[in-house]
Nanobody, 125 residues
Framework: QVQLVESGGGLVRPGGSLRLSCAAS????????MGWYRQAPGKQRDFVAH??????NYADSVKGRFTISRDNAKNTVYLQMNSLKPEDTAVYYC????????????????????WGQGTQVTVSS
């Protein structure tokens, strides 16, 4: 019922910047929360940043360098990444908690959780 599509990844030199986007589409009532996670080869998927309303949270490794923001009208979340380091290299995944609709009515119960397919970020000289 909901699709999350990430974009904006690519190759950048150390110290450079990238902005990732994640757009949600489909049939739903609202998106309660959105976040970003990343996974490097041979490593687990780690939390990066999260936003719920006006409240944000960041992993210690990205504090002061990354900024998460959200455009509710576009159902889109962004991750501005500055001062990138080689250790930031990973596939970045979008995540969202979504309240679904069915027959033009809000589905009762807790929101459903969805993942995007990921976008590659490579930081290398």
């Amino acid at each position: 019922q909901v699709q999350l599509v990430e974009s904006g990844g690519g190759l950048v030199r150390p110290g450079g910047s990238l902005r990732l986007s994640c757009a949600a589409s489909g049939s739903f009532f609202s998106i309660y929360a959105m976040g970003w996670y990343r996974q490097a080869p041979g490593k687990q998927r780690d939390f990066v940043a999260h936003i719920t309303g006006g409240s944000t949270n960041y992993a210690d490794s990205v504090k002061g360098r990354f900024t998460i923001s959200r455009d509710n009208a576009k159902n889109t979340v962004y991750l501005q990444m500055n001062s990138l380091k080689p250790e930031d290299t990973a596939v970045y995944y979008c995540n969202a908690d979504v309240q679904l609709t069915s027959d033009n009515a809000v589905v009762a119960g807790p929101p459903n959780n969805y993942w995007g397919q990921g976008t590659q970020v490579t930081v290398s000289s």
